[in-house]
Each structure stands twice: as C-alpha cells, then as structure tokens.
C-alpha cells in the first residue's frame, strides 16, 4: 500500500508539466496565431452632390393689408332717416343708392326757392321795362337825372337778386335730388349700418355727423411694411430710376403669403416707396399692389411680403439636414476619395423649397452626407451610398 502512494506522489509532477506544455505544442504543430476579434465597419451614410440652381435673394417683411380706397358714408343733410338700400357687408358699385333720408322737407324748400327766384325774375323784367320807360323820359327831360338812375339801380339790384335766388334753387335742387339720397362714391365692400331707419341724422360737413357706412375698396388691394435703409440702398441699385423715376418701383415684382400659407403664392408688384427715412426708427415705408379678384385678402389683414434683393446668380443647395451646427458656426460633413469624412464650415444663405442655399465653404464636386450624419466622425471611415441608388440587398429597379 504504501509502495503505490510514493509511485503516484513522483509521477504528479510529470502529468502537470505535460497538461502545460500542451496548447504550445498544439500551436506549434498548426503553424497558426491566435485568432483576434475584428472592429465594426465602417458607418454607412447617403450623400449627394449640392444642387446647382440659378437663385435671386430675397427679403421678408411682415405688412399689412390696406384698401386703395376707403370712404366713411356721412350725410351733408340734417333729417330723419328714411330707407336703407343694401345689405350689411355687400358688394357694391360706385352710383348705388345706399341710404335715403326724408326727402318731404327738401322738396317744401325748393318749391319756395323757386317761387322766390319766379319773383325776382318778375321784379327784374319790372325794373328793365321802367329802365327802357326812363330813357325817353330823361331826353324829354320828363324825369330828372336823378330818378332815371334810381331806376337804373333798381334793375341791378334786381338783376342781383336772380341770380341770388338762382343759387337757393340749385342748392335746393342738390339737397332734394342728390344729397338726400346717399349713394356709393366708390366700388368696394360696404360694412355694416350703423343707423336704423327712423333715426335724426345730424349733418354737415364738421366732425360731429353721423358715421353711417364705411365702405373699402377690395381689387387691387396694397400691402404696406417697412425696411431699414441697407435693404432701401440695394433696392434703388437693383432698380435704377431710368427716364421715368415715377415709374422706379413698378417693375419690381413681389410676392406674399398669409398666416396659414407655407409658400409665397400670390404674385404682385411695388407701387410705391415713401419719400424719405424716419429719422425716429431709421426705416422706410414701401408699398406694394396685389390682385384680388376672389377678396380673399382684406384691409387689415397680417402677411409676410417676398422682395428680391439680389439679381440672379447660380448657388449650390443642400438640405437642411445635411448642416450642422457648431458653436456659432455651421458645417457640412463631405467624403473625400478614401471615403473618410471631412467636415467643412460653410456660409449659409436663404432657404427655398426645402434647401439651403450655401454662399460658401463648399464645391461644386463635393459629396454631401445628406442622411447619417449623426453617425459619421470627422477624418473617420464610413461606407458611403449616392442618394437614390439602392441599398446592400436591395434590387434595382430592374430586377425581377
């Protein structure tokens, strides 16, 4: 027993050694490393070339809606008020009756202003016949000097008194057919009444009348805003005042969108831009005319005008999620010819149906990593895929 415990203790350190030596020998014999782990591939992106497209730089302002035309319906006669001829917010046509008042009273003051005038005419053909009656008698020395001129003043003083009584008529006639009848000055949209029939109407031509209508024109209608004096010095450059410099603005083409509207759609031209700079806020009033055939814009109403401030140049295009931003500067991120990815600060210009323009920083032959830019590190590798083109996997168009 105790013979095979001694053998067993001495060969225990010989069965140790072999398991050691046992992987070397194994490598050894194969002829091969130790296998190593392989790192992640490179991240994939989509990337583009820039758009090249011809651009005009515009300015935005936010204006308002104003009516070229805008009259407050006031009447020039005292009276009570007999009829309205409209309803509340119609449209209406320069000439329609709108408001009549009482017209009794005017008709009595005519009728006597014409009697008045009947009797003066009458004095006057008096005084003409004494007059001719007098020029014989003086000869015959009838009558004296004296009277035959007092004759000859009382057919002036007549003759004063036709004409005075002419003008009573013809005011009574304004009065009884024109001014008791209010009628519209102008096409537009009339609003709504402020005076119910049966009400005294005091007029006149002071503040103390009574508003009754107002009434704005609807087509064309303005559009009003301001700008500083850079945007007003390179309007006037881009548009020379030539032999005519009332007509400066007018080929000046504009657009403009409402609130609820994403893109400027409706097409107009400036009309106007005021004569001199506030000197208390160092801007410029300017003024622009759309059509408005369908009344869709009305006075008052907000929007955001479009006004070219550059002339046409050709600009590279990226979208906006291609840019990124850095501190205060924006970069693109561009894969080179090893596909590694460079970044590249740029200078950005407008936005125009979803692209930016980049004024600079950029080339022409550039490929912009337009998807995937949160994943590409600037001077790492990354696989890159045109914009477009399929992806791993995926069949072309063609394939069946």
């Known amino acids: 027993m105790g013979n095979r415990l001694n053998r067993a203790a001495a060969g225990a350190p010989l069965i140790l050694c072999l398991a050691l030596m046992a992987p070397l020998l194994a490598g050894c014999g194969s002829g091969q490393a130790p296998a190593q782990s392989a790192g992640p591939p490179p991240p994939q992106v989509t990337v583009a070339k820039p758009k090249v497209r011809a651009i005009v730089d515009e300015d935005e302002y936010v204006g308002r809606f104003t009516a070229v035309d805008s009259v407050e319906v006031r009447s020039r006669l005292s009276g009570y008020l007999a009829s309205i001829h409209f309803t509340d917010g119609q449209m209406v046509k320069k000439g329609d009756l709108l408001f009549t008042i009482d017209r009794r009273p005017f008709q009595v003051v005519l009728e006597q202003a014409r009697a008045n005038l009947a009797q003066a005419r009458a004095n006057l053909a008096y005084t003409e016949a004494d007059l001719a009656r007098g020029q014989q008698l003086v000869r015959d020395k009838t009558i004296t000097e004296q009277t035959f001129d007092q004759r000859t003043q009382a057919k002036r003083v007549a003759e004063a008194s036709v004409k005075a009584n002419e003008a009573i008529v013809q005011q009574a006639e304004l009065d009884f057919e024109q001014y008791s009848q209010l009628r519209a000055p102008i096409d537009g949209r009339i609003g709504d009444r402020r005076v119910s029939p049966g009400n005294l109407i005091p007029g006149g031509t002071t503040g103390s009348t009574t508003l009754l209508a107002t009434i704005v024109s609807i087509d064309p209608i303005r559009f009003e805003f301001t700008f500083d004096e850079a945007a007003y010095l390179r309007y006037a450059r881009l548009n020379p005042p030539g032999d005519d410099p009332t007509q400066r603005w007018s080929s000046m083409a504009v657009k403009v969108k409402l609130l609820d509207e994403q893109n400027f759609v409706h097409e107009g031209h400036m009309d106007f ?64 010819g090893e596909n590694v990815a460079r970044q590249k600060y740029v200078t950005l210009g407008q936005a125009t149906d979803g692209l930016r323009v980049i004024k600079d920083g950029l080339a022409r032959e550039d490929r912009v990593i337009v998807d995937g830019l949160m994943r590409a590190r600037n001077g790492t590798k990354v696989t890159p895929q045109e914009q477009g083109a399929p992806g791993p996997g995926r069949p072309t168009a063609s394939a069946k």
Do not use: C, H, W
């Not at 009033?285 to 008052?300: E, H, S, V």
């Open 273 to 336: 831009i005021d004569n001199q700079i506030s000197q208390t806020s160092g801007t410029i009033r300017g003024r622009a005319i759309f059509p408005n055939p369908k009344a869709l814009f009305t006075p008052g109403m907000f929007g955001r005008i479009e006004v070219p401030a550059s002339p046409p140049y050709e600009a590279l295009l990226v979208p906006d999620v291609a840019i990124g931003t850095e501190q205060t500067r924006k970069f693109v991120m561009v894969v080179d």
